[in-house]
């Protein structure tokens, strides 16, 4: 079984795979006595791989992967809505495991497959991910 695509990311978080699941960089099987009925065949890639194709929001071409691994410009954003700037600025904290007490951002991120809601206390972002929050604020605020 290999981990290749969104769809079998969806498939273990929605419980078809019970223990084996992705979390933030890691691979977990927490299944005991787990014999397989094959070979088990996992690739070891950074999970920044997997989110290169992954558009939060479709059509904006603006990936997870850029998100949290790349410094985004204005021109990446000018046309963004005040709703969209939101959501990828709350996306940044949600990839760390932010538990939003907002409901319509913790219902937005429980649907993708990489929200593990946490604890808020731990979060550390980069330095490119503080200017892209930065950014996307400014711009959110000029609305």
């Not at 079984?1 to 078809?16: D, H, I």
């Not at 538990?99 to 604890?119: A, G, Q, V």
């Not at 490119?128 to 959110?140: A, G, I």
Request: glycine share 6%; net charge negative.
């Amino acid at each position: 079984m290999g981990l290749r695509t969104y769809g079998q990311y969806k498939e273990m978080k929605e419980g078809l795979y019970r223990g084996l699941f992705v979390k933030r960089g890691g691979f977990f099987l927490t299944e005991t006595d787990y014999v397989p009925e094959e070979d088990l065949w996992v690739s070891i890639l950074h999970l920044g791989y997997y989110l290169i194709d992954y558009d939060l929001i479709e059509g904006k071409n603006i990936s997870m992967y850029r998100l949290l691994y790349e410094e985004l410009r204005e021109s990446d954003i000018a046309n963004l809505t005040k709703k969209e700037l939101r959501i990828f600025r709350n996306a940044i904290y949600a990839w760390h495991g932010y538990k939003f007490k907002d409901k319509e951002l913790y219902d937005y991120f429980s649907k993708h497959i990489w929200y593990f809601p946490e604890n808020n206390e731990d979060i550390q972002l980069t330095d490119v991910q503080k200017r892209n929050v930065d950014l996307l604020m400014k711009q959110e605020r000029e609305y």
